[in-house]
């Protein structure tokens, strides 16, 4: 029997959002190829509740593969155990988020499986006269689109981008089943051992899990000047990032930078001020859902790609910004 | 310390272009370049051989003319430097390239540490790194933002991943891809330039490699581009003037109405 794989990711027992995400895009695919969608959780903690809502949010099965020496991700022990379950159950089809693990552990498995990976992928889909899978990822720095395809080779893995697609809407009533692997001694790898995190908690912000971005650059001026960024990101319940230029100078932290040598975001709502839109930042925003931009340059080429563009002053803008909506949010209380 | 640094030219990011029938980046007339984000994985061997000794060796798979980034490698202060280079490895994707890098890797014999970029300009997939730690079997840390100290054949390091910085005791040998929160990479110097001229630089083939045909090159791999096709880029958006008070708030006025209407705020 095929499958449709996800794999579940999670952290201190909670699973992630995108964890759902991958279920609704597994569910398109298994319900085109008539066949069933398994989720795998490989972690520590993650509570039987936690697993039921796979199931009820699109999987069939549920593979559940805990120990406290899987509570952190370990490329080598997670590889280790996915190896043995594609060895096992032969799924046609995994896909995991297009995150630091993910695209860690993807590449890992996949040279042990002869398996071929797509990465960061954001349209996937089943061809109809051969059953194979369709996998659409930007490349060359989102300046093309490519198909690719896996046709002689089985299992076909992808990752996929985190916030590209939506969960499914809870449904009680589904029934599936949850397996539970037992995990022995040789199943981790003991060569890399986790010491620990570090959150640099003033300055430390997870841009690529945030539905809406402000984004500041050059053009902002000076490091105080971030704080009409921090505001307006706190009021539309945001997050702020940055563009190079922003960050080389001291202005904001590296975890903030967005573009080619940054992060890849694609939140609902991207601002972005002071930001000309070099093809380097572009890269990071492309598929943003909503990109607005706020630049005094008319020819800025932020502007171009914009849905929305204001030609004005980021200093004069961003208040007036910040206060109507305030003034909307007081309406509303 | 024996630090081995794969690298890759790629066409210069402003001007790619791309044959839509095979899906191969076109090379022909395009500048090409050291992958920008490999300058950070050689800037991170370079100083880890100056705290600790040793060596560093820049690795790259590609046509002949790759020899110029292998070049410049030497001449930021790479030791030597090997070009991976057959007619067969046209066409690989990532789990061909994988292997045959992780190949000429083992043909070079003894080694501490891998340092890779964190992913190429063209490609963009990042998998390469991950793909040739796991042919090699050895342990992989990837956006790694700080190196720490070496003790007793660890080394402690920093990933950058979302939820802050996960901190890591490492054996060797392993594979990092690195960040460009690492380090700020050094320019070539006119001694490196120097000995990058006359530095000898071996070509590893599929022959001289030993490696098996069937996971070479375009038949060796699992993947295949089907379609390549340019995004829309633009999107029609809206433009509003915003030059003075009056202006300015009946711009904001709009942009609130508009974000209203796509259930932004
Ligand atoms: C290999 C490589 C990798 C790179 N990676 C990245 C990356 O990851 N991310 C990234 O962002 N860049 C990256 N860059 C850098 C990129 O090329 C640009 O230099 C950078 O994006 C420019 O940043 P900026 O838009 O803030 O600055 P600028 O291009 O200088 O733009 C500043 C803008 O602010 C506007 N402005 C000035 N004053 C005001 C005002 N009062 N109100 C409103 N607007 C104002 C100006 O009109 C201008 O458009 C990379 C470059 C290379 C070569
Ligand atoms: C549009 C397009 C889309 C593609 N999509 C996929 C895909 O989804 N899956 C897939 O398997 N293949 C894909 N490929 C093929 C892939 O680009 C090639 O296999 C390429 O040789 C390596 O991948 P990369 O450029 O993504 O490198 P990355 O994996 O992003 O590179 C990471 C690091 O590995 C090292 N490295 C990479 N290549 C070399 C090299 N040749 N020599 C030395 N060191 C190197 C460098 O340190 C680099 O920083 C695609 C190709 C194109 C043109």
């Given at each position: 029997m095929s499958f449709v794989w996800t794999v579940a990711e999670h952290?201190?027992?909670?699973?992630k959002a995108v964890s759902f995400e991958l279920l609704a895009?597994?569910?398109k695919l298994a319900d085109k190829l008539g066949t069933p969608l398994a989720a795998v959780v490989i972690g520590d903690q993650v509570s039987e509740a936690r697993m039921r809502e796979l199931i009820e949010r699109g999987a069939d099965k549920v593979y559940s593969v805990q120990d406290p020496r899987l509570a952190h991700f370990v490329c080598e022990s997670y590889a280790r155990i996915l190896s043995t379950l594609i060895k096992t159950y032969r799924p046609d089809i995994i896909l995991a988020a297009a995150t630091s693990s993910g695209r860690t552990l993807m590449p890992y498995v996949a040279v042990k499986a002869r398996a071929g990976l797509t990465a960061d992928c954001t349209e996937l889909d089943i061809e109809a006269e051969t059953g194979n899978l369709l996998q659409t990822r930007p490349a060359i720095g989102g300046n093309i689109m490519a198909?690719?395809?896996?046709?002689n080779h089985r299992p076909q893995m992808a990752t996929v981008r985190p916030k590209s697609s939506k969960?499914?809407?809870?449904d009680t009533s589904r029934h599936g089943e949850i397996i539970t692997i037992p995990v022995d001694d040789g199943m981790i790898d003991t060569r890399v051992s986790v010491l620990g995190y570090r959150k640099d908690a003033a300055d430390f912000v997870n841009l690529e899990e945030a539905d809406i971005v402000v984004a500041g650059g050059k053009g902002m001026k000076k490091a105080e000047h971030f704080s009409l960024l921090n505001n307006l990101a706190q009021t539309l319940g945001g997050v702020v990032g940055a563009s190079r230029e922003a960050v080389d100078r001291g202005w904001i932290g590296y975890p903030h930078q967005i573009g080619l040598s940054g992060k890849t975001i694609s939140p609902k709502l991207y601002i972005g001020a002071g930001i000309s839109g070099s093809i380097q930042h572009l890269a990071g925003i492309k598929t943003s859902e909503v990109i607005v931009s706020v630049n005094n340059d008319p020819d800025a080429n932020l502007h171009k790609i914009a849905d929305f563009a204001i030609v004005g002053d980021a200093?004069?803008?961003?208040?007036?910004?910040?206060?109507?909506?305030?003034?909307?949010?007081g309406r509303a209380e | 310390m024996r630090i081995i640094v794969p690298i890759k030219q790629v066409p210069e990011t402003s001007n790619v272009k791309m044959d839509p029938v095979t899906g191969t980046v076109i090379r022909a007339g395009v500048e090409t370049v050291v992958n920008p984000l490999d300058l950070y994985a050689l800037e991170a061997a370079l100083r880890l051989k100056a705290q600790h000794g040793g060596t560093v060796t820049a690795i790259t798979?590609?046509?002949?003319?790759?020899?110029?980034?292998?070049?410049?490698?030497?001449?930021?202060?790479?030791?030597?430097?090997?070009?991976?280079?057959?007619?067969k490895f046209g066409g690989?994707?990532?789990?061909?390239t994988s292997y045959t890098l992780a190949q000429a890797v083992r043909k070079l014999g003894a080694y501490d540490l891998i340092i890779a970029g964190e992913r190429a300009t063209d490609g963009d997939t990042a998998q390469v790194g991950p793909g040739i730690a796991s042919w090699l079997d050895i342990p992989i840390a990837t956006y790694v933002a700080r190196i720490g100290a070496l003790a007793e054949g660890r080394l402690t390091l920093e990933r950058l991943v979302e939820e802050g910085y996960?901190?890591?005791?490492?054996?060797?040998?392993?594979?990092?891809?690195?960040?460009?929160?690492?380090?700020?990479?050094?320019?070539?110097?006119?001694?490196?330039?120097?000995?990058a001229k006359h530095c000898d630089i071996p070509v590893f083939s599929a022959e001289n490699m030993g490696l098996d045909p069937s996971f070479l090159g375009l038949k060796g791999s699992p993947t295949k581009v089907v379609k390549i096709d340019a995004p829309k880029v633009t999107r029609g958006g809206k433009t509003v003037q915003a030059g003075d008070d009056e202006a300015v708030s009946a711009a904001v006025g709009q942009l609130i109405g508009f974000l209203e209407e796509k259930g932004l705020v």
């Open positions: 952290a201190h027992g909670e699973l895009r597994g569910r198909t690719i395809k896996t046709p969960p499914l809407p809870k200093f004069q803008v961003l208040p007036e910004l910040q206060r109507q909506l305030k003034l909307r949010k | 798979m590609g046509p002949p003319p790759a020899i110029k980034a292998l070049k410049e490698a030497v001449a930021m202060g790479c030791d030597d430097a090997v070009l991976v280079s057959d007619r690989s994707d990532t789990w061909a996960q901190q890591l005791s490492v054996p060797l040998p392993a594979l990092l891809t690195v960040v460009k929160e690492i380090a700020v990479p050094r320019l070539p110097t006119l001694r490196g330039k120097k000995a």
